[in-house]
């Protein structure tokens, strides 16, 4: 895109369980983004709303910030007047599951919001800028399910992902003349739930975050503390990333705690004795992480997860088959389906292959036997 003013191609989708980063890496992206010549349209999705009235007010309203859209301001604002007509009186008619793909929707919905990304995009660079950057961050949660036992979203927030979909696909065939992009960030259910409002949301690029490895992990601890001349000594390090097990928000509160605990200086070494003495609070602090999740869950769902727990300490790699489960609640694999995609949409676990499932927070397995 800055080099030739293209488009960025299909949507890029983060995915991820919570507390791996996507929302601080959409952050980074804005920054890094801005700092190239884009103009950014930053939003967050809610659950169960219709998101595209918002993606184009913050398309209008980050061109509006900046001189971009001088030369074509006219054009621009004469596309926002009308855009709205079409998305405010349509309405899409769907029966779940019956019809759980909008393989298409009205040019009349896709072709107003076709033109005014284009113009804004083209606007951008003309004056100079790299191009036009969509981020929508939470991106599962309009696509949500209403009921529990099977899938019934808002229409209207469906019509907006089949929208955005088919413009980006409208626009990518003429890519050259579109320095447009947008990424997008979402727990690992986002891609299927983008699946059901267009067929071919499968071009859509994902990108799965997880847990960090050792050397990773280890950096996240030991650089940012060197910028600052301090030094973790090897014993509370192996230590902290025991603890922390590659879960990216868990090493934020270890090296949170054990720093402002420690009272640190430059030239200083944080030592096993200085990590031991923030134990307590690092602990209470990810209990409460675990008890939010805890307490999201219903009756049924949380028998699903007690016995995923008591089942998770003889497993492999933390993967539990879910036919164990259901053995173990004394119910059918079947029948168990509606309560692990209920727990699948919270993030509280995810896939991990084939009939299997994982609890996405290290952790919070020995929360629920101990606790919970």
């Known amino acids: 895109m800055i080099a030739y003013g293209e488009m960025l191609g299909g949507p890029l989708l983060l995915t991820g369980p919570r507390g791996v980063g996507k929302t601080s890496l959409l952050l980074e992206v804005r920054r890094w983004a801005e700092s190239e010549g884009f103009v950014v349209a930053h939003t967050s999705g809610v659950k169960y709303q219709p998101f595209l009235g918002d993606v184009l007010d913050r398309v209008t309203a980050a061109l509006q910030a900046t001189t971009a859209a001088a030369p074509r301001r006219r054009r621009i604002e004469q596309l926002s007047a009308t ?9 899409v008619s769907l029966r779940w599951p019956e019809a759980e793909q909008l393989s298409a929707v009205s040019p009349a919905l896709v072709s107003p919001v076709e033109d005014l990304l284009h113009e804004c995009a083209v606007a951008v660079r003309e004056s100079g800028g790299a191009g036009l950057l969509l981020l929508i961050d939470e991106l599962h949660e309009p696509l949500r399910s209403i009921e529990a036992d099977r899938y019934v979203p808002n229409a209207d927030a469906v019509r907006d992902a089949a929208v955005i979909l088919n413009v980006l696909q409208h626009l990518d065939n003429d890519r050259d003349l579109n320095p447009l992009g947008m990424i997008a960030a979402g727990l690992p259910e ?16 994902e990108i799965r975050l997880g847990e960090l490895g050792p050397s990773e992990a280890r950096d996240v601890l030991s650089v940012p503390a060197a910028e600052l001349g301090v030094r973790w000594h090897g014993d509370a390090l192996a230590a902290a990333i ?41 602990t209470a602090h990810l209990d409460t992480m675990y008890e939010r999740r805890w307490e999201s869950a219903t009756a049924t769902e949380r028998a699903f997860l007690t016995a995923m727990a008591e089942l998770e300490i003889q497993s492999e790699g933390g993967r539990v088959r879910r036919g164990m489960i259901a053995d173990r609640m004394g119910r059918s694999t079947d029948s168990i389906g509606p ?32 606790s919970a």
């Open 83 to 91: 855009v709205g007509v079409p998305m405010a009186s349509a309405s």
């Open 242 to 282: 025991e603890l922390a097990d590659g879960y990216p928000q868990a090493l934020q509160v270890i090296g949170k705690w054990t720093w402002d605990g420690a009272e640190l200086t430059e030239g200083a070494v944080i030592t096993e004795a200085d990590f031991q003495a923030a134990v307590p609070a690092i």
């Open 339 to 370: 309560i692990r995609d209920s727990l699948l949409s919270k993030g509280i676990v995810e896939d991990a292959g084939h009939g299997l499932v994982r609890f996405t927070i290290p952790g919070f397995a020995a929360y629920v036997r101990e």
């Open 190 to 205: 986002a891609g299927t739930l983008l699946m059901r409002a267009a067929t071919f949301a499968e071009r859509v690029n």
